[in-house]
Structures are given as structure tokens and as C-alpha cells.
């Protein structure tokens, strides 16, 4: 079974386009997980036949809270502004069954016409083929047997999927599927392609160089500080 998780923060316009893909049946589950929304987002979710845990702000706690609550053998981490291909549930059948592969995610495809939006793509999954390095946006797959293991996601404010990344690829191979993960453009069209691409580059290479997640939140406007509590490291995830 998959359970598939998904972290929110005034989410209600964006998740039935997510649940319309990912539709509970007897083969997966869809646990939501909400950090305190104002906007109905839990009661949207229960209507379109979610589960809905409430968690304290903060997507790595709220992504351990719909783990714990999980029933599925095998755990799938997806943003409310995202959209899994058709073909998810056999993309990750497949490459979690390869050997020596313990977690995986999909290319990524923004959700806008652009020349730039095209770049930020292809520079992304350059970033996830090459380092096997995805972000949280691209979706994350991994068994519940090895995310139990690895002890789940940091309560760090921000990096919290690039930490567990790097704990994932001392244990095993994270392979990234050839379809696509399409996701929201809104994070980019507020602040500026250039401007968010070239923070979220920044953040990464100080948190590569040892900056913790806590000193880097200052880098984030506070009316960044949205979505699922705190902003992801992604290069197109960063600052909701």
C-alpha cells in the first residue's frame, strides 16, 4: 500500500487538483497533514476522502506526523501545489525495486511558459540525475521500513529534504523516474525567477559549507515563512 503525504498551510485552492491524482482506494491512502490552516483546508481534504492529522507547524514535523499515521509500506511525500504523473504508482513499484535503491522522486516540470522556468527544469534535474540529489518538490518515495530506519524527516526549519537526501544515499541509490512531477509556478511569479533561484543556489552552498537551517532562515522574507511552516531548500521549492 502507498500512503501518500502531503504537509499544507492554507491549502484549500490547491489540493483537489492533488486528490483528483491521488485518490484514496484500497491500494493507497492519502494522509494530510496540516500545520494550523485558516482556510478550510482540513475539511476540503476529508470531503475529497483524506485523512487529516493536525501537527505543529514546520513541513518536516508535519511530514513525520502523516508518517506516524500512515498504514502504507511504502511512503510518498508530495506538496499541495503539486501533481504526480499518471504513471506514479508504477514509476515507484519499479524503482523501488531495483536493487540497492532506497528512495526516489520525478523530474520536474513547472506549471508556466517561459524560457526561464525551462533553464530552472533542466538545471533541477540535471542537480537530481547527476548528485542524486532531489528536492521536495520533485515528490519523495521511500520504504517505510528504511524512512523508520533513517528516523524520518529533520524538525530543522528549513533543508529538511536535502538532509534526508543526504542520509538516504549513505544507506542506498535514490533514482529519479524519467516522467514528471508538475508543480506550481506561484514561488518564482511572486519574487522573481532570478532572485528566488539565486537565494535558494546561496542557501545550499552555506548549508553545504556548514551553515545550520536556523541561521539561513534569516536569508527568507517573513511573509515567506508560509505554506507548510517554513521554507523548503529547493531550487523551486524555496519561500512559498
Not at 135 to 160: C, H, K, N, T, V
Request: charged content about 25%.
Amino acid at each position: 500500500m502507498i500512503s501518500v503525504i502531503v504537509p499544507t498551510l492554507n491549502e484549500a485552492g490547491t489540493l483537489p487538483r492533488l486528490l483528483g491524482r491521488c485518490r484514496p482506494a484500497s491500494e493507497m491512502e492519502v494522509v494530510v497533514s496540516d500545520g494550523g490552516s485558516e482556510d478550510g483546508t482540513p475539511d476540503t481534504a476529508e470531503r475529497l476522502g483524506a485523512r487529516v492529522v493536525r501537527s505543529e507547524r514546520g513541513r518536516g514535523r508535519q511530514m513525520n506526523a502523516g508518517a506516524r499515521v500512515a498504514r502504507g509500506d511504502v511512503l510518498l511525500f508530495v506538496h499541495a501545489d503539486a501533481e504526480p504523473p499518471h504513471c506514479f504508482q508504477a514509476d515507484i513499484a519499479s524503482i523501488l525495486g531495483r536493487p540497492g535503491v532506497v528512495a526516489g522522486a520525478w523530474l520536474l516540470s513547472i506549471d508556466a511558459a517561459g524560457a526561464s522556468y525551462r533553464m530552472i527544469e533542466r538545471l533541477a534535474n540535471l542537480r537530481s540525475r547527476v548528485f542524486q540529489l532531489p528536492y521536495g518538490d520533485q515528490g519523495f518515495f521511500i520504504r517505510r521500513a528504511d524512512f523508520d530506519f533513517l528516523g524520518g524527516f529533520s524538525d530543522a526549519p528549513i533543508m529538511e529534504d536535502v538532509e534526508m537526501v543526504r542520509r538516504c544515499r549513505r544507506r542506498g541509490r535514490i533514482v529519479t523516474a524519467g516522467s514528471r512531477m508538475l508543480v506550481s509556478a506561484r514561488r518564482w511569479k511572486k519574487e522573481g525567477w532570478l532572485h528566488t533561484t539565486a537565494r535558494n543556489l546561496l542557501v545550499l552552498t552555506l548549508y553545504s559549507a556548514g551553515v545550520s537551517p536556523r541561521r539561513l532562515l534569516a536569508l527568507y522574507p517573513p511573509h515567506r515563512i508560509s505554506a507548510s511552516g517554513a521554507p523548503s531548500a529547493g531550487v523551486s521549492d524555496a519561500g512559498r
